[in-house]
């Protein structure tokens, strides 16, 4: 089992940045990609970015060039979103989420961003 648990979410003005963490226990071991979702009120849970075991990455098209996925070094216990030039539409809560190679996936319980304009 993983447990994973998201910090960081609050409430910014538009143009401004947030930094949320996820922070991961058990069996760690497991996980082979991690990532960030958000879903906003009545819309699907969509993806944010993820991240791979070796590093790289993959972001959603809305927010290419203004959010960065890093992992922690050599523990490998922690994700962040680093999220720069926030606007309105990125309100949602956001979700950690890890996957292991048996195919099981992983969440955490969620953090609210809410982007004023």
């Known amino acids: 089992q993983v447990q994973l648990v998201e910090s960081g979410g609050g409430l910014v003005r538009q143009g401004g940045s947030l930094r949320l963490s996820c922070s991961a226990s058990?069996?760690?071991?497991?996980?082979?990609?991690m990532a960030w979702y958000r879903q906003a009120p009545g819309k699907q849970r969509e993806l944010v970015a993820d991240?791979?075991?070796?590093?790289?990455?993959?972001y959603a098209d809305s927010v290419k060039g203004r959010f960065t996925v890093s992992r922690d070094g050599a523990k490998k216990t922690a994700i962040y979103l680093q999220m720069n030039n926030v606007k309105p539409e990125d309100t949602a809560v956001y979700y950690c989420?890890?996957?292991?190679?048996?195919?099981?996936?992983?969440w955490g319980q969620g953090t609210q961003v809410t982007v004023s304009s």
């Open positions: 989420n890890g996957n292991s190679l048996a195919g099981d996936a992983y």
């Open positions: 058990g069996s760690i071991r497991s996980i082979s990609a």
């Open positions: 991240i791979a075991r070796d590093g790289s990455t993959n």
